[in-house]
Each structure stands twice: as C-alpha cells, then as structure tokens.
C-alpha cells in the first residue's frame, strides 16, 4: 500500500496530540518553560538543517524570492483564516488557540527531507521505514505541542497526510523525469532552506521575533526552480 507510511505519520500525530491533551491542566510555569524547550530544540534541529544546504547563497536567493511572493498572497494568513474556520466549527477551545497550533505543527512537521524520502521510498519501492520513524518522532513531538498549544496540533496531520500522500502517489513519475544526482541535490538544498524556516519557527516559539512563516514556504519552489537551473545550464 503506497500511502501506508503517509497514513501512518498523521495518525502518529493524531495519537500524539490526543496524548498531549491529557497534559494540558499542567500548571502555566511547566507550560511556559516546556515551551521554550521545545523553542530552543526546534531551533537547533533548523541550524542542523540549514548547515547540510550544498550552497547557501542559493538558500539566500530562494528566501528572498519566496518572502517576496509569499507576502504578495498573504500565505500566512490564508493559514490563520484556516485554523479561525476549525475554531468556529468547533466553537470555543479551552486547549489552546486552534489556529497557532494548527499553523506551527503543520510547518514544523511539513518541512523536511525525512517528509521528502520518506514518501518517495514509500512510493517507489514500498519502503516505509523512514515515515514510520517519522511518524514515531511526530507522535512525540504532536503530544509535547498539544500539551502547550491545544487541539490545534491535531487538524496538522491532514495538510501532513496529503503533502507526503501526494509525493508517494507521484514518486514514479519524479524518478523517471529527475535523475540521480539532481534530486540528491535538490534534497540537500530543500532540507538547508527549511531548515531556516524550521529555526524562524523556533524564534516565534521563544518569542524573540514574530516571523510570519508561511510566507517563506514560496522559497521552496524557487530553490526547486535554482537548482534545475544550475543543473541544467552548469
């Protein structure tokens, strides 16, 4: 079964956020200070990625581009009007903003090479080891982040499901249009330009600098669009 892994990663989500839900009656200090644990990892495990990019001046070029058009379409609102329509459909939350959570847990468990390889492993040889370990290290992470930021995390696991769900469906036709070496690149300058959103993530988390987020994720296609090009001309 090809979405099986991707099936796996949102209920690992799904079973984490309901655990973390349990947590929530914890008192404010423990929530505040949990939540700047999981700030400062978040934003070592996004230097960690951005350090594996092939070439960061390509990582720079990709996040101007796509702040400039993310801003242009408002992406990050568009986001927040998203987690607003969850809230109103489920009335007042007592656990937490929807809309915060549902926008934070998304980023962090979208942007990725684990997301990346790990559908196109499950696509094309039905190998779906890396989502399972994925959908373990999600799990953990979804419970720690419901335990702070409320049912929000929970709805993640559908915009996570159909994002890998769609990279497995479609990994045939991306191995046979890209070869080898362009796609391990690709990879490489992906997970380096996420990781600078996953630290922008962690800065939020910690409060230091209101970064809107979502509106970098337009830098992923540009660096998509780079590095074909400097395959293609070089």
């Known amino acids: 079964m090809v979405l099986l892994g991707s099936l796996a990663n949102a209920l690992g989500i799904a079973a984490g956020t309901l655990i973390g839900l349990c947590l929530t009656r914890i008192p404010a200090r423990i929530k505040e200070t949990v939540m700047v644990a999981i700030g400062l990892s978040v934003s070592i495990l996004g230097i960690t990625m951005a350090l594996k990019a092939e070439d960061f001046f390509f990582v720079i070029v990709s996040l101007i581009g796509g702040a400039v058009l993310g801003e242009l379409f408002s992406l990050e609102e568009k986001l927040h009007q998203a987690g607003r329509f969850l809230e109103r459909k489920m009335g007042k939350s007592k656990s937490g903003n929807i809309a915060e959570g549902f926008v934070t847990a998304t980023l962090i468990f979208v942007i990725g090479a684990m997301a990346i390889v790990g559908a196109l492993d499950s696509g094309l040889r039905g ?58 690149s690709l990879i490489a300058q992906l997970t380096g330009t996420g990781g600078v959103m996953i630290l922008a993530i962690g800065l939020n988390m910690l409060e230091i600098k209101a970064i809107r987020v979502a509106n970098l994720l337009p830098a992923l296609p540009f660096m998509i669009l780079i590095v074909w090009l400097q395959h293609s001309l070089f």
């Open 127 to 184: 190998d779906h080891s890396v989502l399972l370990t994925k959908s373990m290290i999600d799990g953990f992470t979804s419970a720690v982040l419901a335990s702070t930021l409320g049912i929000g995390v929970l709805f993640s696991a559908i915009p996570v499901f159909f994002y890998e769900g769609s990279i497995a469906l479609l990994a045939g036709l991306i191995h046979a249009s890209i070869e080898e070496k362009l796609l391990e």
